[in-house]
């Protein structure tokens, strides 16, 4: 797991609004003590413009040790949020402070956590389009002790991505295809003979296939599932579908995943690519997947 340090190379500091002001103000101090050659304005002026110094150490430690990597991050769909984690490790005996982790200008999130703690920090985001989508970069900053001074690291780019499934279009039958040993055309399982039970409605699901006295008695939408005695194979081809690239793509994308939930056997035709018929995770999975990057 790639992993991304904190350190004074890519560490950076800045004085705050407040530590602005407040420098200007023991100026100001100075300026009377000398003029007035006053020692307890001196003693003051001395021990706050000391105070400050120690500030900006702590400020910089409050950061320096601190370890950023990517937690779990699973693919989904296009148009849906992308939910992802960072993992903040603490591998000091020390404490941490009003930790803020910068997303894109997004610094709503600040945490504390103690001597060697690891911190998963769950994010989302949403995303629009299929293929590959790299995680962006991270940035953390820190306002602690005082306020007076600003400190933050470059941006963390460990170049992270993941996979993004084509959006399923609506819902629309599947193909009349051939069994493997027979000569009989088979469809999608659509009869109300081969009722099998509920699951939890899915945008696209066929009107006709909902459960609306479920929905009636105040229980949510669902969808109602279909079983055949014999399972049936289909292919689904390039050639199955019309319009636009993108819209055949979503489209063989919707029939993949109402074949997986019911079922039955699938391979797709595309050109170029063709994937034997099966019916598994790992054929879900790899079907989506030449999808996302067609």
Known sequence: MEEFCLSRKNLYMLPTRHGIIFSLVLLA????????????????????FSTVMVSMLY???????ICLSYGDCRPVFAGNNLSYTIILRNRSERDRYDIGIDIR??????????????????????????????????????HFPLG???????????????????RPAGWKEFPVRYAESSNKPMQGRNSNDDYSGLRQYR?????????????????????????????????FSWNDTQGDKEQRISLLTRWIIEA???????????????????????????????????
Not at 59 to 65: A, D, S
Request: aromatic residues 12%.
């Open 29 to 48: 101090m100075l300026l009377v003590a000398v003029n007035y050659n006053n020692s307890l304005a001196y003693i003051m002026c001395f021990t706050l």
């Open 203 to 235: 945008k696209g699901d066929s009107p006709q296939h909902i459960d609306w006295k479920t929905f009636a008695r105040g229980k949510g939408l669902h969808s109602k599932e279909f079983l055949g005695g014999d399972m049936p194979l289909m292919m």
């Open 105 to 142: 200008g997004d610094q709503s999130r600040r945490r504390d956590f103690s001597a060697n703690e690891t911190l998963h920090v769950e994010c989302n985001t949403k995303v629009k389009t299929r293929g590959w989508y790299k995680l962006p970069p991270v940035q953390v900053n820190t």
């Open 148 to 166: 007076l001074f600003f400190s933050w690291s470059r941006q963390a780019k460990m170049g992270r991505k993941t996979l993004v499934y084509p």
């Open 59 to 65: 400020t910089h430690r409050n950061l320096e040790g």
């Open 260 to 294: 997986g939930v019911q079922g039955i056997r699938f391979g797709i035709d595309l050109p170029g690519y063709y994937i034997a018929p099966s019916n598994d995770e790992q054929q879900i999975a790899k079907c989506l997947k030449i999808l996302a990057l067609y």
